[in-house]
């Protein structure tokens, strides 16, 4: 495989050709031989002919200087630090890509949102969002965009379908109103060398009566979190489990992002669950939101949520490292690299990279890991046909606020930083893939063995289970806010699961009642349900779904390798 500059050496060449004079194929020429190569789904006759696009498309905008944000990870700081100065030197439009806080990137939407003021002419945020940007209606769908304003700007050969998440960005109306950059998934993470140890194999195998393998429901996740708590494996003690508990914004995610469809709350349904979403938010036939509690036909406090909540409180005091009560999303993050958790089950493929470094006590000495990922373990409330887990989506987003012109220049660079040209490169770095065709470029085939699963994953038919956040949420920035804050009562013991949840869906069910009274979101927004018995709720098919007289079913475990054997032998049919 040809070797390339590294990212820092090509971007300092590329920025010394960043300017209008050079805007033709002399730079574009320059960014394929330090940059990409052979790295690309194309040819170089392929390559050089959609840098010619982007050169001839970007003519009337030369010396137009733009201005994009996003949060900060790996995919978005190799955007704004190679892509965006090699988009600069190609094309003449000087792009100032700022690189924020995930909550920043959302205060600053909701601002520009608000007040009509241009602050950035792109953004990239989560598809989390879709549901807002449909309602609201302030983002341009490119649907329509790329057939009209934005037509003679579109790339031909963009290949729409080619994207694995396009439908995590389609509305209910059919328009796709974001374009995704950057995906990762929340699955199972463990240490295969110890599962795979006969020792420690014959020792669960006595103690329960079954095979230690990936846990395919909760049952078989706490067994096996019992089993290695408290373990001393290679001179150490190890845990069964890790998370993360502090109350803090990040707590809010980590069941905002599907852990009640986990469980089993919600109704099945890919992307997600209808009526009744993985928040436990129940919509009409019109997909006007109409509850959350389970008096009004929703799930949030239902006994699948309040379930889930029970278990992650149970998991984190009693198979966890002490530590990792007062840890928040991104301190928790890097512990189970440090060689002393035996498995977490809510891990986010991002953290993939940091995984595999040289010297870690999770990587061999020939680079290859000593840990796997795999789909999550269900609860007992999930059946067939629902969600099982959540995929990050980071998407193009364009306002209507943005004047056209502007707009039109950011859709270059959009397109740019996702083109065909660019993206398999990209994904070595970042690991957040979005294109098919990139999943099943070569190079990843090589490199493979030393992810851990996350190829095998993206390849397989199981991935289509695992979305983002979808069209129920109404106003997604001011109902997320509400979870930490009622789970962070939960984790530290200050209120029980039923409280916890209770509170929760009281406080998602009074902002609907006031985007209702409002009416600022129009024949779109909520039309509130009447409350009745909850057990004539129950009583009807579907979520919500009355307790279990079991919540505890017979565990459930699978071989690792028998299961990536199957993907395998389902993707070739």
């Not at 790295?39 to 994009?68: C, H, K, N």
């Not at 998407?395 to 502007?406: M, Y």
Request: proline letters at 6%; glycine letters at 8%.
């Amino acid at each position: 495989m040809r070797r390339h500059l590294t990212t820092a050496a090509a971007a300092a060449a590329l920025m010394a050709l960043a300017t209008p004079g050079h805007a033709d194929m002399e730079a574009a020429r320059a960014f394929l031989d330090a940059e990409i190569g052979d790295l690309s789904t194309l040819s170089r006759a392929e390559q050089e002919a959609e840098m010619q696009w982007f050169i001839d498309a970007a003519s009337p905008f030369r010396g137009m200087e733009i201005s994009v944000v996003s949060e900060t990870i790996t995919t978005h700081k190799y955007e704004a630090e190679v892509l965006a100065p090699a988009f600069s030197a190609i094309t003449g439009i000087r792009v100032t890509h700022d690189l924020i806080g995930e909550g920043d990137v959302i205060e600053r939407l909701q601002t520009q949102m608000q007040t009509g003021e241009n602050i950035y002419d792109m953004y990239v945020n989560d598809s989390d969002l879709i549901g807002t940007h449909w309602r609201y209606q302030q983002v341009r769908n490119l649907t329509d965009w790329m057939m009209e304003d934005g037509a003679e700007v579109t790339n031909p050969d963009l290949d729409i379908e080619d994207f694995v998440g396009i439908s995590f960005t389609t509305a209910p109306d059919g328009k796709i109103y974001q374009l995704p950059i950057q995906q990762f998934a929340n699955l199972y993470w463990f240490r295969y060398d110890w599962f795979t140890d006969p020792e420690i194999m014959a020792d669960f195998r006595e103690q329960y009566g079954y095979e230690l393998g990936v846990p395919v429901n909760w049952s078989a996740y706490e067994d096996i979190a019992e089993f290695f708590t408290g373990r001393e494996i290679e001179g150490e003690e190890v845990y069964g489990h890790m998370d993360y508990g502090r109350r803090d914004p990040s707590l809010g995610w980590r069941f905002t992002d599907a852990w009640l469809s986990m469980a089993g709350a919600g109704d099945q349904g890919i992307p997600n669950g209808l009526p009744v979403d993985e928040w436990g938010l129940r919509v009409d036939e019109q997909s006007r939101p109409v509850g959350s509690c389970v008096e009004r036909g929703g799930a949030t406090n239902g006994p699948a949520a309040v379930y889930s909540v029970d278990k992650y409180v149970e998991w984190l005091r009693n198979f966890a490292p002490p530590e990792a009560a007062g840890m928040t999303f991104s301190e928790a993050g890097p512990v189970p690299a440090q060689g002393n958790v035996a498995q977490q089950i809510f891990w986010y493929t991002a953290f993939t990279a940091d995984m595999v470094a040289e010297g870690l006590p999770v990587v061999n000495e020939d680079g290859t890991p000593r840990w796997r990922m795999a789909p999550s373990p269900r609860g007992a409330y999930w059946e067939d046909g629902m969600k099982l887990g959540y995929q990050d989506a980071g998407s193009i987003t364009l306002l209507q606020s943005t004047p056209v012109d502007r707009a039109q220049a950011a859709w270059l660079y959009a397109q740019f930083i996702a083109a065909k040209t660019v993206d398999v490169k990209k994904s070595h770095v970042g690991l957040t893939f979005v294109r098919e065709s990139t999943i099943r470029h070569e190079s990843f085939t090589e490199r493979a063995p030393r992810l851990g699963g996350l190829v095998e994953f993206y390849r397989s038919p199981a991935r289509v289970q695992w979305t983002p956040t979808g069209t129920n949420v109404p106003d997604y920035p001011r109902l997320a806010q509400l979870w930490w804050q009622s789970i962070g009562d939960a984790s530290s013991g200050s209120a029980t699961a039923q409280e916890a949840m209770d509170r929760l869906c009281a406080e998602q069910e009074r902002v609907l009642e006031r985007l209702e009274r409002s009416g600022v979101l129009g024949d779109l927004g909520p039309r509130m349900n009447e409350p009745r018995d909850p057990e004539e709720w129950f009583a009807e098919a579907g979520a919500p779904k009355p307790q279990l007289e079991n919540e505890d079913p017979e565990p459930i475990t699978i071989n690792y390798d028998e299961l990536v054997k199957s993907w395998q032998d389902a993707s070739s049919q």
